[in-house]
């Protein structure tokens, strides 16, 4: 039973709920029995759904009741206001009952050597109003991208979102350390050369051979790799026997090797014979398992290169090392060249050293001479690259309006809730080489970052130093943080002077302070104003020399990512049509007084709309007042989801969370995970509250789908979303190797990449792997400004081919009501209410043509029409767009192929 306390929480509670929403709760039927006790509730199997859904909710006596209570709570998303106020306070008081030093965060302070733990911004931030400018000057300098072009904005530009039918990230080029002349330093570009095949590597061993023993970190990781690779063998099936043998067959055990590399060199050696005695010695691939013997082929090659690398291994004879190198070394190259810049290192090794890069190098690439000393990674000249072009980026931008009330970020929410200070992974990020740093009382103090509710934070970090994003491969943090720190922001754009962030500190279009400047007034003085920091143990990606960086350069990334987030923060549209509707019901008053015919018919529509929108089950999961799952309103109340959540200390143990959350909150338990129904057999399973499959594109790779043909193979856009992983991409040795970059963040990735099971992103995966189901489900994102934001849904096609899709709110009825991937299929875990209902034979989402029109009435008129005039806090500097991938010999775009963002 109860307490006293909680009985009058619960009551307090529904008092406030049923004062709020008295002209909404008229609609609920009179005919509906007494609520239960809430102890009685306890004891019966409750329903996952208030909603009255067939395939959701399990019939049972007296359930309809909890379920009006529920939808009467629900009730209040239309009132943008009263959410987040309520959201903000009872985020605050679940906030004051976690513990902020949890065990796992002890471990790394003691790890880092930190001394204290930070964990809100008193005493970080000293100006609110300048760090906003801060931040919307980061986010919107072309400046900051390696080729002095591309912006956060470059991809979030048009109602926070991208319009261009694909987005376009970087060229793929290595960062160098010399000198650009000084029109071309003034633009913001840096200086960059191709990228050599050998080059990947010597980028991580600069970086991080300070922290780590290179050589016996590789030798882990191909023990990792030897003993996974053992089990496919032993497991049989499509295991591609031949391929694998005829690269073993090249390399043997080098004399002296560690126990652990020899036992599990001669397991997978046994393992290969033992299944190619079983199938006669032949092996063969048969078809349509081309794409898992791609994997376990990328990942054998990853370890014989890393063991290359390290010495264990070294080519069987010279026949082997040459059969090997004709293989492994890109066409042109030069051995004597390349032995020239890895003195030291055998010729065994050199192969390893080339191969673990060999896939991120253009066959085309032309390899210059490196200048200086053996650790310059720096070119003669800037090669020509005429080939290259800039990445289409696999995954539409979201928008950036209203991202402040997400809880965690991306489309597969990889971007953690807590913001550590330098990446987007939290509280699981690999150590940060840098450290941050305070000044008190005259002696320096490393603490430790972690910011609840930093999601915004989080996001803004991954971005700036990804090659595929924003910046030359090997770029770190100091290396932006010397480029700008002295540096005029926003100095090649124009600036308004009636920018409703920037225009105090504008005087002719050009802002008048510069970076270092911001920091100063938006931050505290102990977060930069001392000079050398004590101990800096990552090293220059680029020279591997030891890092003597000042406070201000260390702490970049921190005032990097909470001043994005304090910009982001005043993004919010809550000023639609829509709005304006739900305020006059809200006070009772008529929706079609005063105005014309026209006027009047428009509000019936957008009514009739929002009605049709919420009986087929969209409004399941965009949940109001942002029309978005995975929100902080809707994980944590008062915005319910409707599924029961996990109790992590017992998977069997579900608690109601409607009951909870009258109750005031539970222990022990996530509420963003979340139980439903899945087919084929209705069987409860978890997933991440707010993340749904919805069947865009394929949610199971290739080598687990059966009967397609080659073709069809080809066309497979799998997409894991949130049921990814924090690993290396076996996809191709290109995407293994760019995903340490991608995925791994800019903590010190060989605890990540030495796990014996990889960092899911997925919350319900970590808790409950087997009773997850989560595989190709995406965040749902906010549907304010829908009209403006195409193209839609995560997966980016192109614009003129026959992929092409998505361009209109019309088609996206039209997946809702056949819900196929690029293949003509419906995905395995698709969300329970996209399946035609075998009973009723109805697919619930499938909106009737008669309805459509009012649907995207109501989609249309979620438009604020301040972020379509540009009108603060959406109003932005000048910033030139990319057209086209195409690029110049330094990388950029010419200025023929850049369109004004204001111009789309």
Wanted: with cysteine.
């Amino acid at each position: 039973m109860l307490e006293d306390v909680t009985a009058m929480k619960r009551c307090c509670v529904m008092v406030w709920v049923l004062l709020l929403c008295l002209p909404m709760a008229a609609a609920v039927a009179a005919d509906e029995p007494a609520v239960l006790k809430s102890e009685e509730l306890r004891r019966q199997q409750t329903p996952p759904s208030p909603q009255r859904k067939p395939w959701l909710v399990i019939p049972h006596g007296g359930m309809k009741s909890e379920g009006c209570e529920r939808q009467t709570l629900q009730n209040i998303e239309t009132s943008f206001e009263d959410v987040r106020k309520l959201s903000a306070e009872l985020r605050a008081g679940m906030l004051a009952r976690q513990p902020v030093l949890t065990a796992q965060r002890r471990q790394r302070m003691r790890d880092e050597r930190a001394q204290v733990i930070v964990s809100d911004l008193r005493g970080m931030v000293r100006d609110s109003q300048l760090l906003a400018a801060l931040g919307k000057a980061f986010f919107w300098d072309q400046q900051v991208g390696s080729d002095g072009q591309t912006a956060c904005a470059s991809c979030h530009f048009r109602a926070g979102a991208d319009a261009r039918p694909i987005s376009f990230g970087m060229p793929l080029r290595l960062a160098v350390s010399v000198p650009l002349d000084a029109a071309a330093a003034a633009s913001g570009l840096e200086p960059s050369c191709e990228l050599r095949a050998d080059q990947v590597l010597r980028v991580y061993e600069n970086r991080w051979g300070g922290m780590v023993n290179f050589p016996g970190q590789l030798n882990l990781l191909a023990v990792q790799g030897l003993r996974k690779l053992t089990l496919a063998a032993q497991a049989g099936g499509f295991f591609p026997v031949q391929q694998v043998r005829e690269r073993l067959v090249l390399l043997q055990l080098a004399d002296g090797v560690p126990e652990d590399v020899r036992v599990s060199w001669q397991g997978l050696v046994t393992a290969v014979s033992g299944q190619a005695a079983a199938v006669g010695g032949s092996g063969g691939v048969p078809g349509g398992a081309e794409a898992f013997a791609v994997e376990i082929l990328t990942r054998l090659q990853l370890v014989l290169d890393a063991l290359l690398c390290s010495g264990a291994v070294r080519a069987a004879d010279a026949a082997a090392a040459s059969a090997y190198a004709a293989v492994n070394l890109p066409a042109g190259t030069d051995v004597a060249e390349l032995q020239g810049r890895w003195p030291g290192l055998s010729s065994d090794q050199l192969l390893g050293v080339t191969g673990l890069g060999r896939a991120l190098a253009p066959q085309e690439a032309q390899f210059g001479r490196a200048v200086a000393d053996d650790t310059q990674l720096a070119c003669e000249q800037l090669l020509p690259a005429t080939f290259q072009r800039r990445r289409e980026l696999p995954r539409n931008a979201p928008s950036v309006i209203n991202a402040v009330f997400s809880d965690r970020l991306f489309h597969d929410g990889r971007a953690d809730s807590v913001f550590n200070g330098y990446d987007h992974l939290g509280d699981e990020a690999g150590v940060d080489g840098y450290g941050k740093w305070v000044v008190r009382n005259g002696r320096w103090c490393r603490v430790l970052v972690r910011l609840p509710d930093a999601a915004l934070a989080s996001q803004a970090t991954a971005p700036l130093l990804s090659a595929s994003e924003m910046s030359w491969f090997g770029r770190q943090y100091h290396h932006v943080a010397r480029k700008l720190l002295d540096r005029v922001p926003l100095s090649q754009q124009e600036v308004a002077g009636s920018d409703s962030h920037l225009g105090t500190l504008v005087r002719d279009g050009k802002v008048m302070l510069t970076y270092r400047q911001l920091i100063q007034r938006a931050f505290c003085d102990e977060w930069w104003c001392g000079g050398e920091v004590p101990a800096v143990a990552e090293r220059d990606a680029l020279t591997g020399q030891v890092l003597r960086l000042q406070q201000v350069e260390a702490n970049f990334s921190l005032f990097w990512g909470v001043a994005v987030m304090a910009y982001q923060q005043r993004l919010v549209s809550d000023q639609s049509e829509f709005d304006e509707l739900m305020r006059l019901r809200r006070a009772g008053e008529s929706v079609t007084a005063g105005k014309s015919p026209e006027q009047a018919a428009q509000a019936k529509a957008i009514l009739a709309g929002f009605r049709a929108f919420q009986d087929h089950a969209c409004a399941d999961c965009h949940r109001g007042p942002e029309f978005a799952g995975g929100t902080r309103a809707t994980v944590f109340g008062p915005v319910l989801e409707f599924e029961d959540p996990l109790d992590p200390l017992n998977d069997a143990a579900l608690e109601n969370q409607f009951l909870v959350f009258l109750g005031g909150g539970g222990a022990g338990r996530d509420e963003r995970i979340e139980r439903m129904l899945f087919w084929p057999d209705r069987a409860p399973r978890f997933y991440d509250s707010g993340y749904y499959n919805i069947g865009v594109t394929s949610d199971r790779p290739v080598s687990l789908q059966s009967g397609l043909t080659a073709e069809q193979q080809s066309c497979v856009r799998f997409d894991p979303g949130v049921g990814g992983v924090v690993e290396l991409d076996f996809r191709s040795e290109s995407d293994a190797l760019q995903s340490i970059a991608g995925t791994f963040g800019q903590g010190m990735p060989m605890p990540l990449l030495l796990r014996t099971s990889p960092l899911p992103f997925s919350l319900a995966r970590r808790r409950a792997e087997r009773w997850s189901v989560v595989q190709g489900a995406f965040r749902t994102p906010g549907l304010r400004n829908i009209a403006l934001t195409a193209p839609y849904f995560h997966a980016a096609f192109k614009a003129d081919g026959p992929e092409q899709k998505f361009a209109t709110l019309q088609d996206v009825l039209d997946h809702y009501e056949a819900p196929y991937n690029e293949l003509g299929r419906e995905n395995v875990d698709l969300h329970p209410a996209l399946r035609t209902d075998p009973e009723t034979g109805v697919r619930e989402t499938a909106i009737p043509a008669s309805q459509q029109a009012d649907v995207v009435r109501f989609l249309e008129s979620l438009t604020d029409p301040r972020v379509v005039r540009g009108e603060a806090p959406f109003d932005h500097p000048t910033l030139g767009i990319p057209l086209t991938n195409a690029v110049t010999p330094e990388g950029q775009t010419a200025t023929e192929d850049l369109r004004q963002a204001g111009d789309f």
